[in-house]
């Protein structure tokens, strides 16, 4: 039809209320009525293009303010110069929303979202919703307004990895024994690797891992943190094929954690498959960024390098990340732990493979984590390629890891302490971590856990705390003062008592934690009368004075 044709004009509206035919509204043309004014349309028809056009006009002002710009065209059924002008309208219309209008209604979400700048005081609810991070504002050249940061305490961070070889073998065993005796940390890591077999089916069906697996891991591990005598709550667990990660705080720190993010970083076929990889999740415990690795990378001992790339891409998972977080090297407790597959570059041509094994059957085996006394096994962590990438690959990163002082963790026979004969012995089970504001307390491995091929590797780092001029008195409330550790087990103090002790048996030096040493280097080390059991001796580290 002639679209200039007077005819095909549509006639203005009299009712009152109405605010114009681009609005719409409960006045809107009848079927009854457009048929009456000679619309030939089937009635289905014009039914359905009107409820097609008032929807879209309801869903095009919820989103951007103003009506569908295709509606006068829906409802007629063809376009004429009045569509035209109305068209032009509601663009103009529609770029004003954009530019004054939007920028308010977001701030008022991000208000009640938790996630605005005037909302830092709801760290609990921009953790759940995935706010924007606080520490983002931390970086070089920030406002003037910003909060400072300041130390308010310590923080303890166990970090655990063990590749379980696609079987549950965490099932029976008593995992206090990797977790230690130290204490309850306020932050426990466990990664492990492998939680399923590596068979392409499961690498193409389980992509996220096996839930039904991670549960029952996560029940063994609560049972033992609740054994060792620690309230901790679930931060986050996630899975990649058979890689795990699950984080754990005590429970009084669980109000000041928020901003909880998580990124999978797929290394296997080329970046297609998890079998191979880095799972992460990272975190603000009051004011210190905590960021959380879990890799299982390449295999073999030519593919140092690849493995290498393979870690460097883990550290770029959360850029692009919205809202943005700091980059994972730039937190302030940054930690990587797993199967990093490390292998020996032994000299070709040489018996130094039978040198290392036989040095692994003669060293002494006491200690707890498999210490391996004075092993002549320690000569070989020259040829460790972890330790000849360190210029190359993790000094220019910041990452560093601690004196190794355990037998290699991989390749053991099931169920016994031996290695096996068919693979070269390695330290393939590692845990680095940023070198700034960060100490190493211990790094061990766990002989007590045989039912992997793998030796679990543990490590206790202690960092500290960060936080605005308010948060030390928040943290003291939240976390009470603790015991710090008891000199003596039951077996030392029984042996004080034994028969033929002296009246007066010393404390061995060793006893006394590190953290003690200045206070208790000066004084005669303390001393239990021989059977006098009444007279046990436990030492306590109550704001810093050390009393008996």
């Not at 005037?118 to 919703?129: K, N």
């Not at 990889?277 to 001992?301: N, Y």
């Amino acid at each position: 039809q002639d679209a200039s044709s007077s005819d095909d004009r549509p006639k203005p509206r009299s009712k009152a209320g109405c605010s114009g035919d681009h609005q719409p509204c409960d006045h809107q043309p009848s079927v009854a009525s457009a048929a009456a004014a000679g619309d030939t349309r089937p009635v289905l028809r014009r039914m359905l293009q009107e409820l097609w056009a008032d929807q879209g006009d309801r869903v095009s002002t919820q989103y951007t303010g103003a009506p569908s710009i295709m509606s006068r065209l829906l409802r007629q059924g063809y376009a004429s110069n009045f569509t035209i002008l109305e068209k032009s309208w509601q663009g103009i219309n529609r770029a004003y929303q954009a530019s004054f209008q939007d920028s308010q209604r977001q701030e008022s979400i991000d208000l009640l979202l938790g996630q605005g700048r005037a909302s830092s005081d709801l760290p609990a609810l921009r953790g759940a919703t995935g706010g924007r991070s606080a520490s983002m504002e931390r970086s070089p050249g920030t406002t003037a307004g910003e909060v400072p940061r300041s130390p308010v305490g310590k923080l303890t961070v166990w970090v655990g990895t063990w590749n379980v070889n696609g079987r549950e073998a965490w099932d029976g065993a008593d995992l206090r024994h990797w977790l230690g005796a130290e204490g309850a940390p306020d932050v426990v890591v466990f990664c492990l690797q492998e939680m399923v077999g590596l068979s392409a089916a499961n690498i193409v069906m389980l992509q996220n891992g096996d839930e039904a697996r991670q549960s029952h891991f996560e029940a063994e591990a609560q049972r033992a943190l609740r054994a060792g005598g620690g309230d901790y709550v679930k931060v986050r667990g996630l899975g990649m094929v058979g890689i795990f990660l699950l984080v754990y705080v005590r429970a009084p720190l669980v109000p000041m954690i928020r901003d909880v993010r998580i990124a999978r970083v797929r290394s296997g076929v080329y970046g297609a498959a998890g079998n191979k990889g880095t799972v992460a999740v990272r975190f603000e415990l009051l004011q210190t960024s905590l960021c959380f690795f879990c890799v299982h990378l390449e295999s073999g001992v030519q593919r140092n390098e690849q493995r290498m790339v393979q870690l460097a891409d883990a550290f770029r998972c959360f850029e692009g990340a919205y809202p943005p977080v700091l980059a994972a090297l730039q937190h302030d407790v940054c930690v990587v732990a797993g199967d990093l597959n490390i292998r020996l570059d032994l000299p070709k041509g040489s018996d130094a493979d039978e040198h290392l094994r036989a040095a692994l059957k003669t060293a002494d085996s006491g200690g707890r984590g498999g210490g391996g006394g004075e092993g002549a096994w320690r000569a070989f962590l020259q040829y460790d390629q972890l330790y000849a990438s360190i210029p190359q690959h993790l000094k220019p990163v910041g990452m560093i890891e601690g004196p190794i002082a355990f037998p290699p963790t991989y390749r053991y026979v099931l169920g016994s302490d031996e290695h096996d004969s068919l693979r070269a012995p390695a330290w393939c089970d590692r845990v680095l971590y940023r070198a700034v504001g960060t100490r190493l307390r211990e790094y061990r491995s766990v002989r007590e856990l045989r039912n992997s091929d793998h030796r679990p590797v543990a490590a206790l780092l202690e960092a500290t705390l960060l936080g605005g001029p308010s948060d030390r008195g928040v943290l003291e409330d939240a976390v009470p003062q603790r015991k710090a550790s008891i000199l003596f087990d039951e077996q030392e103090l029984r042996s004080c008592g034994g028969p033929g002790a002296s009246p007066m048996t010393p404390v061995r030096a060793g006893a006394v934690p590190k953290t003690w040493a200045a206070l208790v280097a000066p004084q005669e080390p303390p001393a239990i009368r021989g059977g006098d059991m009444a007279h046990l001796c436990t030492v306590f580290e109550w704001d810093g004075i050390l009393s008996r």
